[in-house]
């Protein structure tokens, strides 16, 4: 789900054509300059970024903040009755701490030591996994990405929630920061039928989220060493083979972890290793080190019924390398409430992080960049 941040690029290879992207901070005042000299220019050679919502989804979202969407209100009513948007960081914590599941951390923590993946146990629970899955179908209704669900109150209570499962497996506790990348997926059947990307679509080319260096450090040679990145993955729908799953590559089938590969090409590994990730129940917690090979498929005519509908996130130790163009979310922010405009940042911000996947996001950044200008904050 991220890049190679020491080289800030990354391949997506596509049959045998491999292409190199060069990030940008699209929002910043040098929206044109990339962060970093780029060897090769970007590419969104074409933008299928809408097609899943219509050819007029577009038209659908208010144009300006006299429509009233940088209102919180404005959320509160797309995303109904079942879902707040206050400036609750964890809405109802403790009731929903007693509902949610604790997963096994010496389990987890030996899975991905071992095998650089762990499936683990359900620790969302059921109705607020569907409770969120609903709000996304209505975001999308609406013309707006899954990623909008971040600007909910129980998005960050399960943020918060899974934060804790981080913390487990990573350990140093207040030192475990969330990337300002998050990632939703609605798959849409009758474009991933098509071969056509969108905004939401999976990330469908087995990819490294970060370099073997990122994640285990540049003079590390201890091979039981616990990663400093890990990956985090939550269907908010129950995932078979048919609506898209992950699939991950075990340690045992990626020798190198990938040392050694200079990230602008396809990982290799052993294709008799891969496991895929399904039959799983939603609210299931996945997780794997930054360095893992993965990738998610998309959903077949088979599943048209229930298409893939799931969230991801980063969280790193302070100690690795991170994204600097946006900071870090730490702990002590989200416990002291993250407001509606912080949300719309991080929002915006992920968008652009995955335009390699999605194609061009710009018209909906310029929508939120537009409406937290109206909500008169910037930070
Ligand atoms: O959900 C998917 O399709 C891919 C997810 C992924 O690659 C990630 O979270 O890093």
Request: aromatic fraction near 10%; charge should be negative; proline fraction near 5%.
């Amino acid at each position: 789900m991220q890049y190679s941040l020491s080289s800030r690029e990354f391949a997506e290879s596509t049959g045998d054509r491999v292409f190199y992207i060069t990030y940008y901070d699209a929002t910043g005042p040098n929206s044109h300059v990339p962060q970093e000299s780029p060897r090769f220019m970007v590419i969104n050679e074409e933008n299928h970024a809408w097609e899943t919502f219509g050819i007029d989804a577009g038209k659908r979202i208010p144009e300006n903040h006299h429509d009233g969407t940088d209102s919180t209100s404005y959320w509160q009513q797309l995303l109904g009755n079942n879902l707040t948007c206050g400036n609750c960081p964890v809405a109802v914590p403790n009731l929903w701490q007693v509902r949610a599941g604790r997963a096994d951390s010496n389990r987890d923590k030996n899975n991905i030591k071992e095998h650089g993946y762990l499936w683990g146990g359900v620790v969302v629970p059921e109705t607020d996994a569907s409770v969120l899955a609903e709000g996304i179908r209505r975001l999308a209704a609406a013309g707006w990405p899954p990623v909008c669900i971040f600007v909910c109150d129980l998005a960050w209570s399960v943020t918060a929630h899974l934060w804790d499962q981080a913390v487990a497996i990573l350990g140093a506790n207040d030192e475990v920061l969330l990337e300002p990348s998050l990632a939703a997926f609605k798959l849409d059947p009758s474009n991933d039928c098509e071969g056509r990307r969108y905004v939401g679509n999976n990330f469908g080319q087995p990819h490294r989220d970060y370099a073997y260096h990122d994640v285990f450090g540049l003079d590390s040679s201890e091979t039981d060493e616990m990663p400093r990145v890990l990956s985090v993955w939550l269907p908010l729908v129950d995932v078979n083979l048919e609506n898209g799953c992950m699939y991950v590559v075990p340690q045992a089938g990626d020798a190198t972890g990938g040392r050694g590969e200079d990230g602008s090409s396809a990982p290799t590994f052993d294709i008799r290793a891969v496991r895929a990730l399904a039959p799983a129940k939603a609210g299931t917690f996945f997780a794997w080190a930054g360095n893992t090979v993965h990738w998610g498929s998309s959903c077949t005519e088979k599943g048209e019924n229930s298409p893939r509908i799931s969230l991801a996130f980063v969280f790193r130790k302070k100690c690795a390398t991170s994204d600097l163009r946006r900071a870090p979310l730490m702990r002590e922010e989200l416990r002291a409430g993250i407001d509606l405009n912080r949300r719309l940042e991080l929002i915006e911000h992920s968008l652009a992080c995955f335009e390699h996947w999605y194609g061009d996001t710009t018209t909906t950044r310029q929508r939120l960049h537009r409406i937290r200008s109206a909500r008169g904050q910037f930070s």
